[in-house]
C-alpha cells in the first residue's frame, strides 16, 4: 500500500539545532536517516518559533517504509510530539 505522510516534530532548539554530545543522537545523525530514506522523504523543513525548533518531512511511499522512519526518527523526539 502506497501512503502520503506528514511527519512533525517540535524540540527545544538547545538539543535540536546544536550538536549534541556522543550519547545524543546529532543532527549528523538526523541527515544520515534522511539520505537513507532519500527514496520515499519527498522534502524537509525547518523553522523556528521562539525557542522551539520544528521539522517536517513530507514523504510518499510504502506504508511500511514510512513506518520504519517514524521509528527511527523518534530518538530525536525530546518531548514525545513526533506527530505521523
Do not use: N
Amino acid at each position: 500500500m502506497r501512503s502520503s505522510s506528514t511527519l512533525c516534530s517540535s524540540t527545544s532548539s538547545s538539543r535540536s539545532c546544536s550538536l549534541s554530545s556522543s550519547t545524543e543522537p546529532s543532527i549528523g545523525d538526523l541527515h544520515s536517516i534522511q539520505h537513507d530514506f532519500q527514496e520515499i522523504i519527498e522534502t524537509t523543513g525547518h523553522m523556528h518559533q521562539c525557542e522551539w525548533c520544528l521539522e517536517t518531512i513530507f514523504c510518499h511511499g510504502e506504508a511500511s517504509q514510512i513506518r520504519e522512519l517514524v521509528y527511527q526518527l523518534r530518538d530525536f523526539d525530546e518531548h514525545g510530539r513526533l506527530y505521523a
